[in-house]
């Protein structure tokens, strides 16, 4: 099993442009998610997923959109790329939220650069 | 305002010394889980803690959930070069919500041979 993949691994981007990050897990996980990483600031939550077709935002989701067409695919854009975007996004995903605790799988990020 | 507070932020240590990381926060959480990063990687799950009070060891590691559910601590005796990297703690149930975590602010720690 691959796990967690994310594509593509490094980017730059000029202001205004636009991308798309690709997020692949391969463990029939139900939860998807895509993190941000900064210094100092540990992981913020961007936007996530609890099953195929479904989006919810999370503490910092201007800027971004997210689509979760197929369940072990989740996709995050931006369609107007900004100097604050610079950062390592991180995707996750988890098998379920059983009970109270549960496991997050992370990707090896994509270290982006908005220029 | 990070709603899960780390310290320190940074530490650099001899191999051999003894170390401690606090997570804080004025919020209660269901379940606290610490998690490890090295560079160019993601985070990888060390251990998670759900009763107030838990302690749980893993070899060299311990790692305790405080009494109120709202703070966290891990332990590292004798540490070793290998132990190098950022950890992370992440509270679950924040305000009642089961799907998602809250990361603190992260401690980068260096074991210097």
């Known amino acids: 099993n691959a796990g967690v993949t994310q594509t593509p691994k490094f980017r730059v981007l000029k202001t205004g442009q636009s991308m798309t990050l690709l997020c692949a897990q391969d463990?029939?996980?139900?939860?998807m998610y895509w993190y941000r990483q900064d210094p100092g600031m540990g992981l913020r939550l961007i936007h996530y997923?609890?099953?195929?077709?479904?989006?919810a935002k999370g503490e910092v989701p201007d800027g971004y959109n997210v689509s979760r067409l197929k369940k072990q695919n989740f996709l995050l854009g931006l369609e107007s790329a900004a100097p604050s975007q610079t950062s390592v996004y991180f995707c996750?995903?988890?098998?379920?939220?059983?009970?109270?605790?549960?496991?997050?799988?992370f990707g090896p990020g994509t270290r982006l650069t908005v220029t | 305002t990070q709603l899960l507070e780390q310290s320190p932020q940074f530490l650099s240590i001899q191999e051999g010394e003894n170390l401690t990381v606090y997570c804080n926060s004025s919020s209660v959480f269901s379940s606290l889980q610490w998690y490890r990063q090295e560079p160019g990687e993601g985070p990888v799950l060390l251990v998670t803690v759900v009763t107030g009070g838990e302690v749980k060891k893993l070899k060299r590691l311990t790692f305790q959930f405080g009494d109120a559910r709202k703070d966290s601590s891990l332990h590292i005796t004798a540490a070793q070069p290998g132990d190098t990297g950022l950890y992370l703690c992440a509270g679950g149930g924040y305000g009642g919500a089961t799907n998602k975590l809250i990361f603190g602010t992260g401690t980068l720690l260096a074991v210097q041979p």
């Open positions: 997923s609890v099953g195929e077709g479904t989006t």
């Open positions: 996750a995903s988890s098998l379920t939220a059983s009970g109270r605790a549960y496991e997050q799988y």
């Open positions: 463990m029939n996980h139900e939860y």
